[in-house]
């Protein structure tokens, strides 16, 4: 169990241009969460996937944010027109789809948008 | 929609002592799931307890323990023998179903040598 990846660490970009996260879930994992964290404060959920079914989005996913699973394994998550306010921790977590399971997440992705 | 509430934003404890971490939360469900989750500085989140709200008994894992009062919504953190090792900011969360996870908004936790 290699645990939940997520790719790049650290993205700093400027505004206004587009930028693409990607997780890799835990191998049998069937649902994936995407979540943000702005600093110190806990992580808010943006959306979520079982397979490549994308089952709910968050308010906070504005239509710049866009998050894809294809084939049901890894996801990415894509912001276009990055705004200052995107600065935050990108946060992907993995689990199975019994009810009550525990959710692992990724060490994150760090994005700066200057 | 549920709430969780951590009303303290930081707290210290020497080291050896136990500490007791708070946490509120707000539903209407009756059957749910509520989690400790530990971020240390710069590091990924990691499960620290697990408890399933249609369980009694208090969730235990070494030196890790819960106080749930389901009536009272509260799911305070108990670590005793606290060690260097669990400084890290300290997040409360429910979940219901297998759907997302609401957490509060954290409590920082500083062991003193």
């Known amino acids: 169990d290699t645990g939940v990846s997520q790719d790049p660490r650290h993205k700093i970009t400027k505004r206004g241009q587009n930028v693409t996260f990607r997780c890799d879930p835990i191998?049998?994992?069937?649902?994936l969460y995407w979540y943000r964290q702005t600093l110190g404060q806990g992580p808010e959920f943006l959306t979520y996937?079982?397979?490549?079914?994308?089952?709910?989005k968050s308010r906070l996913l504005s239509d710049r944010f866009s998050a894809e699973r294809p084939k049901g394994s890894f996801s990415t998550l894509e912001i276009q027109r990055t705004e200052q306010g995107d600065s935050a921790m990108y946060l992907c977590?993995?689990?199975?789809?019994?009810?009550?399971?525990?959710?692992?997440f990724g060490p994150g992705t760090r994005l700066t948008v200057l | 929609a549920q709430t969780v509430t951590q009303s303290q934003p930081e707290m210290s404890v020497q080291e050896a002592e136990t500490v007791t971490l708070s946490c509120t939360y707000d539903?209407?469900?009756?059957?749910?799931?509520l989690f400790w989750y530990k971020q240390p500085p710069s590091r990924q989140m990691i499960l620290v307890i697990r408890?399933?709200?249609?369980?009694?008994q208090n969730a235990t894992e070494n030196r890790f323990s819960v106080n749930f009062q389901k009536a009272a919504k509260s799911f305070s953190l108990k670590i005793s023998d606290s060690q260097l090792g669990d400084a890290a900011m300290y997040f409360c969360?429910?979940?219901?179903?297998?759907?997302?996870?609401?957490f509060g908004q954290g409590t920082r936790l500083t062991i003193n040598p």
């Open positions: 977590a993995s689990s199975p789809s019994l009810q009550g399971d525990t959710q692992y």
């Open positions: 191998s049998e994992h069937n649902r």
């Open positions: 996937f079982q397979n490549e079914a994308q089952l709910e």
């Open positions: 539903t209407s469900e009756s059957d749910y799931y």
């Open positions: 408890q399933e709200a249609y369980k009694q």
């Open positions: 969360a429910y979940l219901q179903g297998a759907q997302k996870l609401v």
